[in-house]
């Protein structure tokens, strides 16, 4: 029968106790609520009493300030003419008025420069004192009226002081004086009246600004500093600060409760207010409280006893079952002994005692033998098993878990999950998980009671250090009023290698392929490229990246494509082709020898076909050359759309096609023997000859240059190739120039595609990432808020999945299109990639034009379209994050409107959310 705490051993003794402690706080309660009820209506009365006289207080302080102002304003009235640029006749002005004199400790008069130019106190000896620059200065200034200032430290004094400043216009309404009068805080005549009407013995008035700082108190130490700056809190200190008139009970700094007042003037920012000592002024009810709760106790005490005789009659039975109930716990009897055969409630109480211990008995059985068959399981389970608490402490850890990180169980069991098997560069993550679990949140974030499992690949840590990969699959549910966490671990160390493996041979053929000077393909059945080579960038002048996905019609024409259809079609039946042709690319002809080889799959299907074709123009340009007779390569280089020319060692030309002519407007036939510097100018001669002189060693150069062609600047290139001797001597150098102002172009367009998005056609990533750094220069530059939507379109994969990704794409284009038509024309939409688009709102308003640029997105997204002939709408999530200045980089900008995204899934999607994380 023991029982912890203060109740004694007993039953009896139990409840003759509780009948005390019951009839004790009876007439305790009774006792106390009348004297709360009559403590009220005596804090009422105390309270209004106070307020009452803190009012009258308060109006009194009003009377003595709006009188001092009266005062100060009837200076400037009737000044004499001029007396406004004689600080003279200003000085005598102000020691004639003794009245203003004794009001005020001390009058200066300033300046329209803020410099003192009179004093109603010559004696102190005040030195020239600025006032341009100190608030009651430049205000009186520019709102041409007087006004109170705030409490300071008299450095005259070295009391506290408050100024009453007085403005004196000229005739034309400016402002020529500023009259400032000093109020001595310690000494001023209206503080004697207040202190005079403090509340009882202990309590005090006080008087402070709106802002805090004490102007009259009885510590004369706390006087010009915060009310707060002792430690502690003060309700009623605080409400007053915030506007509260009236009274109100609340403990100071220390701990002791008090009646407070407050009451504001009407004048200036001032506090009046009141302290009453709670201690005092209920100390009279404070010992009837202490006779009531004696007289209460006594009353308690003989109750107790009548009760103590009667319970112990009527518990007799019970103990008799108590003591069976101590023998069946120690074997001295079995369960039968606990059925006494009475017919009350104590016999339903032993009956009901002998079912639940049968019952128990046999539901131990089943638990006992459900567990060995779950730990069995486990141990002979083909992953790593673990299991912890919502504190990351492991409770299970199964013989595959031994194997894969080294641990025995022995050893895991009761430690941290992290230190043992998480990486120290993953942590932090871990432990924000584990957080979301302990607050009862899966990792997904759902919120069912029975977690599903997520599956991931992440690097866990084996006992030696090595990082292992493995496929996670954790779940969590709650069990006893807790979280308990459960993750199958599978070691993926060899399918990761095996990955490695092939992505690097993937890589050595990507390398090969893009090394080799010829171009190399690979098309599907349907003739759309799948992979293409870098050396169409350099040949053709086409982008790769733009190819794929495209048929060969879409990339180079339906002409090209007729041209080479028989080859192709011979390809598709499995023939391997060898074709040389002449062709015109980029304006300039090639021979291209091409090789197609069909890819034939195990069942002797064609799946698709390698495509290389080399240049071999050189080679065949060589034939020509040698075969062809000088007046032939004559022929040739004065068609060449490009100035070619020999030039000897004395930088003498020998030779130069017709092109001089086209581009220059020289006769070819006047060239020869001419020196160079004469027909290139001296300027470009001199910028030319540095290169011209470096092929004369037997290096063969190239550069660019600027030039006028056809009346425009035009960008040409210059080859310079070395005549070499037998000897290895230098005869000369022919010189080649083109003209590369076309190719500058194309290569400046494909530099502006490769920053746009293949199949919507707005800005890609890269884009993005320059106008965001941009755009936050700009923000923090100019001080102009700006925004980032992140944002895509919600169950996108059901598209996919159900209509196939062609009508996806549709699904990206047609979404792409309503978002640029939502946004304003200063605003950046990009695709990073699959459904996911990023919007720049630059010049928003904190959050109210940004949630409404975000909502009228959301609203354009849910009109229906079509696509393929099926009707068809989606709706999107959109997170957004304001950028917060200096100190918020990209990547924290940009995380943070992701986990503002997700926010709005978990919120049902087809929603926004603007990220609260803002300082």
């Known amino acids: 029968m023991a029982t912890a705490g203060f109740l004694p051993r007993t039953l009896k003794s139990r409840m003759t106790t509780v009948v005390i402690l019951l009839v004790l706080a009876a007439t305790t309660i009774v006792t106390t609520l009348a004297l709360m009820l009559a403590e009220h209506d005596m804090k009422a009365v105390i309270g209004a009493q106070q307020y009452a006289v803190l009012s009258s207080a308060a109006a009194y302080v009003d009377e003595q300030l709006e009188a001092k102002r009266a005062l100060l304003s009837t200076l400037p009235e009737g ?42 106190r010559p004696d102190l000896k005040e030195a020239s004192v600025e006032a341009v620059g100190r608030p009651y200065f430049d205000n009186t200034v520019s709102t041409r009226s007087g006004l109170i200032s705030a409490p300071f430290l008299s450095r005259l004094s070295g009391r ?28 001023s005549d209206f503080f004697g009246p207040i202190n005079a009407l403090k509340p009882g013995k202990t309590g005090f008035m006080f008087i402070m600004t709106t802002g805090g700082i004490l102007i009259h108190h009885p510590t004369p130490e706390r006087l010009l500093r915060h009310i707060n700056d002792r430690p502690g809190y003060n309700r009623a200190t605080e409400m007053a600060l915030k506007g509260f008139e009236g009274w109100t009970e609340a403990k100071n700094k220390d701990g002791n409760e008090g009646i407070y007042s407050y009451k504001r003037l009407k004048s200036t920012n001032w506090i009046v207010a009141a302290r009453y000592p709670t201690a005092e002024a209920f100390a009279p009810l404070i010992g009837l409280r202490k006779q009531a709760i004696l007289a209460a106790s006594l009353f308690a005490a003989v109750a107790g006893l009548v009760a103590w005789l009667a319970i112990h009659r009527l518990l007799g039975p019970l103990e008799k079952l108590r003591q069976r109930v101590a023998l069946l716990r120690h074997g001295g009897t079995d369960i039968a002994a606990l059925r006494s055969g009475r017919q009350d409630e104590i016999g339903e109480l032993g009956e009901a005692f002998y079912q639940l211990t049968a019952e128990r008995a046999a539901t131990q059985e089943k638990v006992l033998a459900s567990e060995t068959l779950v ?68 990792v997904d974030g759902s919120a069912d009671s029975q977690r599903r499992l997520q599956r991931t690949r992440i690097a866990a840590l084996h006992r030696d250090g090595r990082e292992i990969p493995v496929e996670l699959s954790v779940g969590t549910l709650r069990h006893d009023s807790g979280v308990i966490a459960t993750a199958f671990l599978h070691d993926i160390s060899e399918r990761v290698a095996h990955e490695e493996q092939i992505a690097a041979s993937e890589h050595r053929a990507r390398m090969i392929a893009d090394s080799m000077p010829a171009l190399v393909a690979y098309v599907d059945r349907s003739l759309r490229y799948r992979f293409t080579n870098d050396y169409y960038q350099q040949l053709l002048g086409v982008a790769p990246a733009g190819m794929l996905g495209k048929t060969i019609t879409e990339v180079f024409g339906m002409e090209v494509y007729l041209a080479w ?38 069942a002797g299907t064609v799946q698709g076909i390698y495509l290389m074709s080399m240049d071999i123009t050189q080679r065949r340009n060589a034939e020509l050359t040698q075969a062809a007779s000088e007046q032939r390569l004559q022929l040739i280089t004065d068609h060449l759309p490009a100035l070619v020319s020999y030039i000897d060692r004395d930088h003498v030309l020998r030779f130069g096609n017709a092109t001089f002519r086209h581009w220059l407007g020289l006769d070819p036939a006047t060239l020869a023997a001419r020196p160079l510097q004469d027909v290139m100018g001296a300027a470009a001669y001199a910028k030319t000859r540095p290169h011209l002189e470096r092929a004369f060693t037997g290096v063969h150069v190239s550069f660019e240059h600027r030039a006028r062609l056809y009346g425009d600047q035009r960008t040409l290139e210059t080859t310079f190739v070395p005549d070499l001797r037998p000897d290895g001597t230098v005869a000369g150098v022919y010189a080649l120039t083109q003209d590369m102002s076309r190719i500058k172009a194309v290569e400046r367009q494909l530099i502006e595609l490769a920053r746009l998005d293949a199949l919507t056609g707005i800005a890609n990533r890269r884009k993005f990432e320059e106008v965001l750094q941009q755009a936050m220069a700009r923000s923090q530059r100019l001080a102009r808020p700006m925004a980032l939507a992140y944002l895509d379109i919600d169950n996108f994969k059901s598209i996919n999945d159900s209509l196939g990704h062609g009508a996806g794409d549709e699904v990206l284009k047609e979404f792409a299109s309503r978002l640029i038509q939502a946004v304003r024309a200063v605003d950046l939409v990009a695709r990073l990639a699959g459904d996911e688009f990023i919007i720049v709102l630059e010049n928003v308003d904190r959050g109210g034009e940004a949630a409404l640029l975000a909502a009228k997105i959301v609203a354009a997204v849910r009109t229906p379209f079509s696509v393929a002939g099926s009707p068809m709408q989606v709706t999107t999530s959109i997170g957004v994050a304001l950028y917060q200045g200096e100190g918020d980089s990209q990547s924290s900008l940009i995380a943070r409107a992701d986990r503002a995204l997700y926010q709005a899934k978990r919120n049902g999607r087809d929603c926004y959310v603007v990220d609260a994380e803002q300082n």
């Not at 001390?106 to 420069?113: M, T």
């Not at 506290?160 to 805080?185: F, R």
């Not at 040389?580 to 799959?601: A, I, K, N, W, Y």
Request: glycine share 8%; net charge negative; aromatic share 4%.
């Open 375 to 442: 730990r069995n399981i486990l141990e002979h389970a083909p992953d790593a098993f673990v299991s912890t608490r919502a504190d990351g402490t492991i409770t299970e850890w199964n013989a595959q878990a031994e194997r894969t990180f080294g641990w025995h169980r022995d050893e895991a069991l009761g430690r941290n999950v992290a230190e043992l098997i998480v990486p120290p560069r993953l942590r932090s993550a871990h432990a924000l998980g584990i957080m979301r679990m302990g607050g009862g949140r899966a």
């Open 160 to 187: 506290p002081v408050v100024l009453m400043t007085q403005p004196v216009l000229d005739p034309q309404g400016d402002v020529a004086y500023v009259i400032a009068a000093g109020i001595d805080l310690q000494q």
């Open 79 to 120: 000044l004499p003419p001029g007396i406004h640029s004689d600080p003279a006749a200003l000085q005598a002005l102000l020691q004639s008025r003794s009245a203003v004199g004794a009001e005020f400790f001390n009058v200066v008069v300033f300046d329209r420069a803020g410099k003192m130019v009179a004093t109603s």
């Open 565 to 602: 259809k028989d080859k192709i079609d011979a390809a598709l039946r499995g023939e391997r082709v060898h074709e040389e042709r002449d062709s015109v690319q980029l304006g300039r002809p090639l021979h291209l020898m091409t090789d197609l080889v069909p890819d034939v799959d195990a």
